[in-house]
């Protein structure tokens, strides 16, 4: 069975980068049927906090993503972790080491004098000696001295690393007994039965480190993909600056979670030349065999584009609901559906959508002063007199096709044009010259309130006239 994770550190929030991740390992897992898990890596107890974690696990939750199984958390695993350190111990693949820090700067500065790569060269390897007293030791795994760590990546095809550039004996616990980074890591993907690794291209280098690991415990060394990371327009790792590294940003943005969900799976990887990918087509197409070998730019104007069609044909229940947390309630409101037909092709993100909706939802407090100028003039405000009198005179009009016909007719009779009425009607209802097509925008505020508001643009004569 194909078992992903995603595995992030709770240092801050989570960030683009970091989801993007989490959807390819999400997508993989269920092509395959598989399992996709959740574990925090927290063992960093100055740097990780639990705010970050929590934060890390709503932004998923807005995502949508669902792991499966609980979360687990590293933190919670120290002793599982200790007893495989003790296990390398007790079978001679790991040893105690007791230089002092002291000792490891003066070698050092020795083999970087000697214009050696500074490394740990190994003395205590087979120590069997007396302890230096008052020195709490650590401990370290007993790695290759020569040849080739190499393995099939997924994304970057074969790699070699040479162990005499890179390896030496490292500490897999510190002094105080904590395992450290790598050491987990592999533990942890090892004992979750973890079948694919796939994780940003940053820690590539940490993976000649695991794999000694692996061996030492006999554990299955699993596949893995290292992913290049988002770039900005320059070229250069995307940092706040270049747009919100925050998930959560987006959320307050107006985004939504599918549409960037379907942003990010395109960057780094196409299918095509398709671009809106429903989560079940990205799961049946997405191959991490196929991720991009180079960086992609980050470009907000194609999630912009996105989002936009995601607003334009996603079910209007959906929209509403996601308009409550922009402080838009419409569950009440006998014409939601219809408001939001009306509105979905113009808004580009849910904020925006907001903000249309409420302009015409809400009866206007001021009006537009440009608008007013150029519109309110003339026999603007006889006219919309006269239609308020044809309304008030009529049966109420229920639909946008009922306005339109009663209007037209009304325009006919007194021998006028469509934007004899139409802007100055505008601007009565919702305070300004723009709004979608106004029979739709009538048919929303209702009968009555359409009066009202004529009435009301009709009280307002003068205010703005000076
Ligand atoms: N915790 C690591 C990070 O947040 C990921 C480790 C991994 O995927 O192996 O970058």
Not at 9 to 21: D, E, K, M
Not at 82 to 109: I, P
Not at 218 to 231: N, S, T, W
Request: glycine share 6%.
């Amino acid at each position: 069975m194909t078992i992903t994770r995603f595995a992030p550190s709770p240092t801050g929030y989570l960030h683009i980068g970091g989801l993007r991740t989490a959807l390819y390992c999400y997508l993989v897992s269920k092509n395959k049927n598989g399992k996709f898990l959740l574990r925090i890596e927290d063992t960093d107890l100055a740097r990780n906090s639990k705010e970050a974690a929590a934060a890390i696990e709503e932004a998923f939750e807005w995502t949508g993503l669902s792991y499966d199984g609980e979360v687990v958390y590293q933190s919670n695993r120290f002793d599982l972790y200790k007893s495989y350190v003790q296990k390398l111990l007790d079978e001679g693949k790991a040893y105690r080491c007791y230089m002092s820090k002291e000792e490891l700067d003066a070698m050092r500065a020795e083999q970087t004098a000697a214009k050696q790569r500074p490394h740990y060269d190994g003395r205590y390897r087979d120590f069997t000696g007396e302890p230096p007293a008052g020195v709490e030791p650590v401990i370290r795994i007993k790695a290759p001295r020569e040849g080739e760590i190499s393995f099939v990546d997924g994304v970057k095809g074969e790699v070699h690393f040479n162990v005499s550039d890179m390896l030496d004996d490292f500490i897999i616990a510190r002094s105080d007994g904590t395992p450290t980074y790598n050491f987990v890591v592999t533990i942890d993907d090892a004992l979750m039965e973890i079948t694919d690794v796939i994780r940003g291209d940053d820690h590539l280098s940490n993976t000649p480190k695991q794999i000694v690991i692996y061996n030492a415990l006999g554990f299955k060394i699993p596949k893995f993909y290292h992913v290049p990371m988002i770039l900005n327009h320059q070229g250069k790792k995307l940092s706040k600056r270049d747009g919100a590294l925050d998930v959560m940003e987006y959320k307050r943005a107006g985004y939504l979670p599918e549409a960037l969900l379907n942003f990010l799976v395109r960057l780094g990887w196409s299918h095509g030349d398709q671009e809106i990918f429903s989560l079940e087509e990205m799961i049946q197409f997405f191959d991490p065999n196929h991720i991009n070998k180079s960086a992609s730019a980050f470009n907000e104007e194609k999630l912009v584009w996105i989002n936009a069609q995601y607003i334009k044909q996603l079910d209007a229940d959906r929209l509403i609901k996601e308009l409550e947390y922009f402080n838009l309630s419409l569950a009440d409101h006998p014409k939601a559906h219809e408001l939001i037909d009306l509105l979905r092709d113009r808004a580009k993100t849910l904020v925006e959508l907001a903000d249309m909706a409420r302009a015409i939802i809400n009866a206007p407090t001021d009006y537009d002063a440009k608008a007013y100028k150029k519109f309110i003039k003339g026999d603007a405000l006889e006219n919309l007199k006269a239609f308020k009198q044809t309304l008030e005179a009529h049966e109420s009009c229920s639909s946008a096709e009922a306005f339109e016909v009663l209007a037209k007719q009304f325009l006919e009779e007194k021998g006028l044009k469509l934007k004899d009425l139409a802007q100055p009607l505008r601007i009565a209802m919702v305070g300004g010259a723009v709004s979608p097509s106004v029979f739709g925008v009538l048919s929303i505020i209702g009968h009555q309130n359409v009066i009202a508001r004529i009435e009301r643009l009709l009280n307002h004569k003068g205010k703005n006239d000076e």
